[in-house]
């Protein structure tokens, strides 16, 4: 089968790989009918050393189940069904607080740590099929798959930002960042009742679908001057909750500035740092409170997926390019020069 390969920064290549086969009584064989490239995918695109060899990539993707193993029960061969970019039980105790991305059952949890499978592939084999998995009430031709892919990861990923930041009605809200999480964010934003919305992004059409989405103000400029545009739209105080969907120190430090005292930043962006600021002279003079972490998605499918089948909202807006698996390479290109916002992966 034909899978996609990061064999260094810049490397992208699309090879013949032995077919993903059941290896475990839980597992289930699916054939993968999209996927996409993420914005976390861009970290190793620019930074990966080549000598660790080539890694399977792709941690989000919708696909019909071919075979299971003899111990799954949840789903069966036909069912079209949609991945957390997290592999769990979904019945420890961990997981049962919703942190399926910490789950105990499962060391590799996220699929860029289990060898030999990825998402932008032809098909993959899916550990703990029972609790991964989610079956879908949309046949694979649905105009609705580009959604309820947002389900795999950066849809729920904007909404774990939002929850964990504590979003609630009436608070005000600034969102760093203006990729899908950060766009989706915002949706999320929106939809648990914020008064105010922040966005801070640079690139016009992405900001104007925040607009649609529900910010209320776009912030175009970075460091202290958008520091100081956020604290005058916001009379001085800056915002209640700060979603940091970007994972640069940059980003933090605009985070630390736009951050309402006694609020809370939330950082969903995979963090490209190790010593942000938290003591006195930061976060522990002002009662501000950090949160995130990598999004339990397999907590929000069901909750977010209703409003996706009833068209009440379509986080799949954020797809602006299709490409098939040859054309991989090209869409990671694209993607890090900012020619596409997100890239949708189909047969």
């Not at 995979?270 to 003079?285: K, N, T």
Request: aromatic residues 4%.
């Amino acid at each position: 089968m034909r899978a996609t390969l990061m064999h260094g920064p810049g490397d992208v290549r699309v090879e013949n790989v032995p077919d993903s086969r059941i290896k475990n009584s839980t597992d289930a064989l699916v054939r993968i009918t999209a996927s996409c490239i993420c914005g976390s995918d861009l970290h190793p695109y620019h930074s990966m050393d080549p000598a660790g060899g080539p890694a399977r990539m792709g941690h989000e993707f919708i696909g019909v189940v071919e075979e299971v193993g003899a111990d799954v029960v949840t789903v069966k061969k036909g069912d079209l069904v949609v991945s957390p970019f997290a592999v769990s039980d979904n019945v420890c105790g961990i997981c049962r607080e919703n942190l399926q991305t910490s789950c105990v059952h499962h060391e590799a949890n996220f699929w860029d740590g289990i060898a030999d499978e990825g998402g932008q592939a032809e098909a993959i084999r899916v550990p703990l099929a029972d609790g991964t998995l989610v079956k879908l009430p949309v046949a694979e031709d649905s105009a609705l798959i580009p959604s309820l892919l947002t389900l795999s990861d950066v849809f729920g990923t904007g909404y774990h930002a939002a929850v964990a930041g504590g979003v609630a009605p009436g608070t005000s809200v600034t969102v760093i960042g203006d990729g899908a999480v950060g766009l989706l964010g915002v949706l999320s934003a929106k939809r648990l009742g914020a008064e105010q919305i922040i966005l801070m992004g640079r690139h016009q059409v992405r900001t104007d679908l925040g607009r649609e989405y529900g910010a209320t103000d776009v912030v175009s400029a970075r460091g202290e001057e958008g520091i100081a545009q956020v604290r005058d739209l916001t009379g001085g105080m800056g915002t209640h909750v700060v979603l940091e969907a970007v994972g640069y120190m940059s980003a933090y430090e605009q985070a630390l500035g736009v951050v309402r005292r006694g609020g809370t930043i939330s950082r969903v962006g995979v963090p490209q740092y190790e010593d942000a600021p938290i003591g006195m002279g930061s976060l522990f003079r002002h009662n501000i409170r950090l949160a995130g972490g990598p999004a339990p998605v397999r907590a929000y499918i069901e909750v977010l997926m209703p409003d996706i089948l009833d068209g009440t909202i379509q986080p799949g807006k954020v797809f602006d390019a299709t490409t098939d698996l040859d054309g991989i390479p090209a869409g990671y290109q694209d993607m890090d020069e900012r020619k596409s916002l997100k890239v949708l992966i189909t047969p």
